[in-house]
């Protein structure tokens, strides 16, 4: 299995500032097409998870352009250009190469 | 807009079976995976499985020998059966639409409770 690890667990923000949440993969993500197998995901409290990033860098439809992704092989990360509260909850990255595997999840809330 | 709707018993005793159900609308079933996922009470996500359109499945290593999903095209249903369910399967249960170009998860329900409890 392809184990998925996460940092930091819990991230504090201040809205307008920047944030980023670190993913990391126990073997490479990239298939031999050129896509990472890396997708991301915001679920708010007590809302089900909703897809920002798939395959890596792309925005899924709808997704704020504050949000991105960028990485490959075997580290990634989603960056928040300028944080708006709406934009607390967990966030999870997830491999979709293999067997489908979910990090532990990263906390967003406000400071 | 795509819409799916998990259904089913909230509360399953311990060594039966748990069966959902999932319906879809606002869109076919064809060319999609469909895959259930779960969430114990303040946990994070585990992946259960998938179905493809044509059939072809994959489970969660952890899950294999309890697992079954199915797709009822005729209903655009799939449907989860996990059996000899235990305490450690009490968890939010989410089934999601999974698209093959992006491989990702792009359309979630709105998830359902399942308790396992004598």
Known sequence: DIVMTQSPLSLPVTPGEPASISCRSSQSLLHNNGYNYLDWFLQKPGQSPLLLIYLGSNRASGVPDRFSGSGSGTDFTLKISRVEAEDVGVYYCMQTLQTFTFGPGTKVDIK | ?118
């Open chain 2, 1 to 118: 807009q795509v819409l799916l709707h998990e259904s089913g018993p909230g509360l399953v005793k311990p060594s039966e079976t748990l069966s959902l159900t999932c319906t879809v609308s606002g869109g076919s079933i064809s060319s999609y995976y469909w895959s259930w996922i779960r969430q114990p009470p303040g946990k994070g996500l585990e992946y259960i499985g998938y179905m493809y359109y044509s059939g072809s499945t994959n489970y969660n290593p952890s899950l294999k020998s309890r697992v079954t999903i199915s797709i009822d095209t005729s209903k655009n249903q799939f449907s989860l059966k996990l059996r000899s369910v235990t305490a450690a399967d009490t968890a939010v249960y989410y089934c999601a639409r999974g698209d093959p170009e992006a491989a990702a998860l792009d359309y979630w329900g709105q998830g359902t409770l399942v308790t396992v409890s004598s």
